[in-house]
């Protein structure tokens, strides 16, 4: 009986040849249907028996192996599983275990992704649709990571008695719950306001490669000479036109205020690497020099004349002058926090001059925005252990990235037209600035903290807005943020 039982799960070649042979040409499949089992013997056959159908389907159902398969659905699997291969890999694809964090992992797939989606964004046009499709689709495989980053929050639960106790309930964590929608809705808004120049524009562009002539009177000479020079009718742009893109450049300015906003807020939160703290020099003074500590201390201070004192003519001075006060802050909170003596003064002179030099701080940032990371960003994010703050850092930063650039080209072309009216102007230096942009609605304390309470904020206020015909008002982007702001009067 053992026998028999162990016989139909290992077939002899004997029983198998007779089988076939004694159906002629009619193939497995046919076999199995034409000669169906008892129940029992059915039982007890299910498994070879499955095998053998489940063999027979493979073999009609799946094209010869020299025929190759439709590579649309394994292309995008294929590319899913390098990009979750490298993130568990910690990019060290040699397995030995010496890769960088997944939060570091993170950050540099999605900086990496931006970099190739939007790098190739030159021009005031819609983006094409393969690198949106591309963008929208492994943006959205990398932020699933935050869909399990919750927190444990106390709930009310009512059992079938009515009596009522407290449980434990997740949620997401509260800073990508409120950060991550907004940030969404500001990557929606630039796709949006890309895609209103896509009707036929008065201004054009000429390649690189073409001849001085066709560039006019202001083509690019070394600074970002990748470009495409913008042209536009020798008379300049019409009225209709240019109030048209003056206000596409206050629309984007807000989506980049709003962006930098956050990327702050989480710069912020991340903690300081001992690495950095250990490179810093002793006080303040040796990190300023002595002529930035002098106008800081100084009893009537002014961020703008301590600004023009300095040179700020390339983007290298700008980073610098931004290291040295950065470092200047640290220091001199390292001494509030450790209650360390300050000298002949107070701690209420410490913090004073602490908050004289976060202003000078934000009014660069709002002077040069688009400028290179300062020393203390980057060691914050190579040394970040929060998968969290990774990708709200990283996305927010390659959003601002984004703005800046489109806000880039606006005023390329708003420059081309001032050149096309006044000749004279095609010598002066332009560079980008937030300081004509419409300053962004700020929420206050009780507002901030009236939306964490709710866990929600009103985001359909970030519509996308367009300009009619006869000149629609401007409205406010909302920003949220998580601390006091220092001194921002003094940036109007």
């Not at 053998?52 to 659905?73: C, D, F, I, T």
């Not at 980049?256 to 003074?285: F, Q």
């Not at 601002?400 to 072309?413: C, G, K, P, Q, T």
Request: hydrophobic share 35%; glycine share 6%.
């Amino acid at each position: 009986m053992a026998s028999s039982q162990s016989f139909p799960s290992s077939p002899s070649p004997s029983s198998s040849e007779c089988s076939c042979s004694g159906r002629g040409g009619m193939d497995e499949e046919e076999v199995v249907a034409a000669s169906p089992l008892p129940p029992l013997q059915k039982r007890t056959l299910s498994r070879g028996h499955g095998s053998r159908a489940a063999s027979g389907r493979r073999h009609s159902e799946l094209p010869p192996k020299n025929v190759e398969m439709p590579s649309g659905l394994m292309t995008e699997m294929d590319l899913m599983q390098e990009r979750f291969a490298k993130l568990l890999l910690g990019e060290d694809m040699s397995g030995t275990g010496r890769g960088v964090s997944s939060a570091l992992a993170l950050s540099n797939s999605i900086t990496n992704l931006a970099a190739s989606v939007f790098g190739e964004q030159r021009r005031l046009e819609p983006m094409s649709a393969d690198r949106r499709a591309r963008w929208k689709k492994e943006i959205d495989w990398i932020l699933s990571v935050t869909d399990h980053i919750i927190e444990f929050l106390p709930l009310q639960h009512e059992s079938e008695d009515g009596t009522s106790m407290e449980v434990m309930g997740t949620q997401l964590r509260k800073d990508i719950l409120m950060n991550l929608p907004a940030l969404r809705k500001l990557d929606a808004m630039l796709l949006g306001y890309l895609d209103n120049f896509k009707d036929e524009q008065e201004f054009w562009y000429v390649s690189k490669d073409a001849d001085e002539s066709d560039k006019g009177d202001s083509p690019r000479n070394g600074e970002k000479w990748w470009i495409p020079t913008v042209r536009v009718p020798p008379e300049g742009l019409s009225d209709q036109s240019r109030k048209w893109l003056q206000h596409q450049k206050d629309l984007v300015g807000q989506v980049l205020k709003a962006a930098m906003a956050m990327n702050a807020d989480v710069l912020t939160e991340m903690e300081i690497p001992e690495e950095y703290i250990e490179s810093l020099p002793k006080n303040g003074r040796d990190s300023l020099g002595d002529s930035i500590y002098r106008t800081i201390t100084d009893d009537h201070f002014d961020p703008n004349e301590l600004l023009n004192s300095v040179d700020l003519s390339t983007e290298h001075k700008i980073v610098d002058l931004k290291d040295k006060i950065e470092a200047s802050v640290v220091i001199w909170q390292r001494k509030l926090c450790n209650k360390l003596y300050w000298g002949p003064g107070s701690l209420e002179k410490r913090e004073q001059f602490e908050e004289r030099a976060e202003t000078v701080l934000l009014i660069l940032k709002h002077k040069f925005p688009g400028t290179a990371q300062s020393s203390l960003d980057i060691s914050k994010i190579q040394y970040n252990k929060d998968v969290g703050f990774a990708i709200l850092e990283s996305y927010s930063r390659a959003l601002e990235s984004l703005a800046f650039s489109v806000l880039s080209r606006i005023e390329d072309v708003l420059y081309a037209d001032n050149v096309a009216r006044d000749p004279r102007r095609s010598k002066s230096k332009k560079r980008s600035s937030l300081d004509n942009i419409p300053e962004s609605f700020v929420v206050d304390d009780t507002e901030a903290s009236s939306a964490r309470a709710g866990d929600s904020l009103n985001w359909d206020e970030l519509e996308d807005r367009s300009l009619d015909c006869g000149g629609a008002k401007l409205r406010k982007v909302p920003r949220i943020v998580s601390r006091k702001r220092m001194h921002v009067e003094k940036i109007e």
